[in-house]
């Protein structure tokens, strides 16, 4: 089964508008970290955000937050008031257990913002 | 803070030649180092893990003998792409977590490497 799931493979969102990327993970541990990175064109991994999976509140960073629901395990990345520069893949990630632990990755989504 | 280096980041080599690829912790100590391996428009695949004066930890189906890694330093790994064939092209990149990382740390990329083999 998949562990990280991004049912988005593509998505169009009009500029200054938000858009919310869809992630769904599957895990037994009870300890596991949430990761969305950003992967431009150029080919970069940019890091956006993370969710613990202790953290009681959203993770919020800038234009970034990320919708944890626990029970349903997903964590959906929310980018408000979208730029042209957002135009990037968009992969979700998750750790299981603690430090060291490997990176599992989602199918990722490609955002396209329209001006 | 914690960048990491990652060069070259664009080979073009004849079929048969040996790739050495660098990465580099330039402002922190990486006991473990990871590299991935991305085909066009898919995700990253992890290959293996690199841990600081140990062997790599190799993921099934990935050729230890194809694929050598090196982590000599807390500062740098290695992957070199022995006898490389077209096949071989794609694009890798590594990535580094801070020594002492408790695991809410994100895992700090390098640019990448995009390797072609003709």
């Known amino acids: 089964a998949q562990k990280i799931t991004q049912t988005q493979p593509g998505m169009f969102v009009q500029e200054k508008e938000a858009v919310t990327l869809d992630c769904t993970y599957d895990t037994s541990d009870q300890s596991y970290g949430l990761f969305w990175y950003k992967q431009p064109s150029s080919g970069e991994m940019i890091f956006l955000i993370y969710?613990?999976?202790?953290?009681?509140q959203n993770a919020t960073e800038g234009r970034y937050s990320l919708n944890f629901q626990k029970a349903r395990k997903s964590a959906n990345l929310v980018i408000s008031a979208s730029q042209l520069g957002d135009s990037a893949m968009y992969f979700c990630a998750m750790r299981e257990g603690y430090a060291g632990n490997m990176l599992t990755f989602g199918g990722g989504t490609r955002l396209m913002v329209k001006p | 803070g914690a960048v990491v280096s990652q060069h070259p980041s664009w080979v073009i080599c004849k079929s048969g030649t040996s790739v050495k690829i660098e990465c580099r912790s330039l402002?922190?100590?990486?006991?473990?180092m990871f590299w991935y391996r991305q085909f066009p428009k898919k995700s990253l695949m992890l290959m293996a893990t690199s841990n600081e004066g140990s062997k790599a930890t190799y993921e099934q189906g990935v050729e230890k003998d194809k694929f050598l890694i090196n982590h000599a330093s807390l500062t740098l790994s290695t992957l070199t792409v022995t006898s490389a064939h077209p096949e071989d092209s794609s694009f890798y990149i590594c990535s580094a977590i801070l020594a002492g990382d408790r695991g809410d740390q994100p895992q700090h990329f390098g640019d990448g490497t995009r390797l072609s083999i003709l």
């Open positions: 402002d922190f100590q990486a006991t473990t």
């Open positions: 969710q613990g999976s202790y953290d009681e």
